[in-house]
């Protein structure tokens, strides 16, 4: 069983509040995570989950997982979360993350590359992914030293 921490059950920065909605176990190709609702002043504006550990699937899906509500979006608070969770990734022992989007999603790039972040590639997603789809977008592959 994997050592979930009651302490990053909530996290805050005064504004921004993390909420832990799931703690999941790993599974054949997922990796343990903690899975959040960001709130803002008590509303609740997006989720964000943090994945431990690493394999072959994260490369492409990231540690970090995050989407904010439309009309929330362009005020930052996916960066705060991303932020605020970098915490329990330390807390498991992690060296660094990969945090990934799709090439045409600009937004979550300056999200990404806000965090300090370096582009490794952009890339073709390979069909052993357990998320690969016909017509995938190629991915951004970024990699942030903890």
Do not use: Q
């Amino acid at each position: 069983m994997f050592p979930f921490d009651p302490r990053f059950d909530t996290l805050t920065d005064g504004e921004v509040t993390l909420w832990v909605m799931e703690k999941k176990e790993a599974g054949r190709v997922e990796l343990p995570f903690y899975y959040y609702d960001i709130c803002v002043r008590g509303v609740p504006v997006g989720k964000i989950s943090i994945r431990i550990g690493d394999n072959f699937h994260t490369y492409y899906n990231g540690h970090i997982g995050y989407e904010v509500d439309e009309p929330y979006r362009g005020h930052g608070y996916a960066g705060r979360a991303a932020r605020m969770v970098l915490e329990v990734a330390r807390h498991h022992g992690m060296k660094f993350l990969y945090i990934t989007c799709d090439e045409d999603n600009l937004a979550s790039a300056r999200t990404i590359e806000g965090l300090g972040a370096r582009l490794l590639e952009i890339c073709e997603v390979p069909r052993e992914y357990f998320a690969w789809y016909e017509g995938i977008p190629r991915h951004r592959i970024y990699r942030l030293e903890l």
